[in-house]
C-alpha cells in the first residue's frame, strides 16, 4: 500500500526526483561529454533551469503535506509557528535542506566553477540516503547509501544525457555525432552494470533476499525490471544497429536514432515514477 493512501506524495516525490535528475545529471553529462556539452550547452541549461524549478516547487509542498498530516489536516495548526518547523528535524526535512542546498550549489556554479557543481550534486544525490529505507537501515548497514549514491549517479547521468544527445545529432557534423554516440554508448555500458548492480545489491539487502510477489513493493521493483530491459534492449539496438549506420547512411541514421532515443526518455520517466512508488512503500525487510 502507499504511504499514507496518497498519490500526491507519490506524485511529489516524482517531480523531486526528476528535477534532481535533470540538473545534477545534466553537469555529470557535461563532465564526461565535454564537446557535446559545447555543442548543446543551451540545452544543459534549460535542463538544469528545470530540474532546479521542479525541486524548489516541489520540496515546500512535501514539508506543507507532511506538516497537514502531523496536524490532522488542519490548515491552521499545520502552519501554526510552533509545528512549522517540525518537519525540518525530521529526515524528510533535513533530507530536503540538504537537496535544495546542493540543487542551489550547482545551478550557480555549474558554468564556471564545475568543481562547485560537482559537490552540489553529491549533495543532491546524497540526500535521499538521509530519508526513506536507506536511513532506516544505516546504522546496521552504513555501506547501503554508498549503493543508492551510485545507484542515483548512474541513473542521472543517463536520464539527462538522453535529450542533448538527440540535439547533438541535429547541431553536429556527421563526423561528430557518430563519434558523439560511439563515447556515450561506451560509457551507458559501466552506467547501466553500475545502476544494475547498486540496485540489485539494495533489493537484496531490503527484502531480505526473499522473493514475495505478493508483496506490492515487489511487484513494482519487477515491473521497474521489466521497464529497464526494455531499455536495455533499444540502447543494445541503438548501439549496435543504428550506430554503425551513422556511418553509411548518416542522415537517416540521425532521424531513427532521433526517435529512439525520444522513446528511451518516456522509458526512463516511467523508471522515475517507479522508483517514486518504491519509495512510499515497505519493502518489507527493515526489521
Known amino acids: 500500500m502507499l504511504a499514507d493512501g496518497a498519490i500526491e ?19 555529470l553529462f557535461a ?5 557535446v556539452a559545447a555543442a548543446v550547452k543551451p540545452t544543459l541549461r534549460r535542463q538544469i533551469l528545470i530540474g532546479v524549478c521542479l525541486v524548489i516547487v516541489a520540496e515546500p509542498l512535501r514539508w506543507f503535506a507532511d506538516q497537514l498530516a502531523m496536524s490532522g489536516g488542519d490548515i491552521a495548526l499545520a502552519l501554526d509557528p510552533a509545528m512549522r518547523w517540525i518537519a525540518f528535524e525530521m529526515p524528510q526535512g533535513q533530507a530536503a535542506l540538504v537537496r535544495v542546498l546542493g540543487i542551489g550549489t550547482l545551478a550557480t556554479f555549474w558554468s564556471r566553477w564545475p568543481v562547485l557543481a560537482i559537490a552540489g550534486l553529491t549533495l ?9 529505507h536507506t536511513a532506516a537501515m544505516a546504522s546496521r548497514m552504513p555501506w547501503l547509501s554508498g549503493f543508492l549514491f ?21 547541431t553536429m557534423s556527421d563526423e561528430e555525432a557518430r563519434r558523439a554516440v560511439e563515447r556515450f554508448g561506451s560509457i551507458a555500458v559501466g552506467a547501466f552494470a553500475l545502476l544494475t548492480i547498486a540496485g540489485a545489491i539494495m533489493f537484496l539487502t531490503l527484502t531480505g533476499g526473499t522473493l514475495d510477489l505478493a508483496s506490492p513493493y515487489q511487484r513494482i ?7 529497464v530491459a526494455a531499455i536495455l534492449a533499444l540502447a543494445g539496438y541503438n548501439k549496435f544497429v543504428l550506430t554503425p549506420k551513422l556511418e553509411t547512411s548518416p542522415q537517416s541514421a540521425k532521424q531513427t536514432l ?16 517507479l522508483t517514486a512508488f518504491l519509495s512510499t512503500m515497505s519493502p518489507g525487510a527493515e526489521h
Open 9 to 27: 506524495n507519490v506524485l511529489l516525490r516524482f517531480a523531486v526526483l526528476l528535477g534532481t535528475a535533470l540538473s545534477a545529471g545534466s553537469i
Open 31 to 35: 563532465v564526461t561529454n565535454r564537446q
Open 124 to 132: 543532491a544525490l546524497g540526500s535521499f540516503a538521509i530519508e526513506g
Open 150 to 170: 551510485l545507484h542515483l549517479l548512474a541513473l542521472s547521468w543517463w536520464f539527462a544525457g538522453l535529450w542533448p544527445l538527440a540535439v547533438s545529432l541535429q
Open 221 to 227: 521493483v519487477l515491473a521497474k525490471l521489466f521497464v
Open 258 to 273: 532521433r526517435a529512439s532515443i525520444r522513446f528511451e526518455i518516456g522509458l526512463a520517466a516511467i523508471v522515475l515514477l
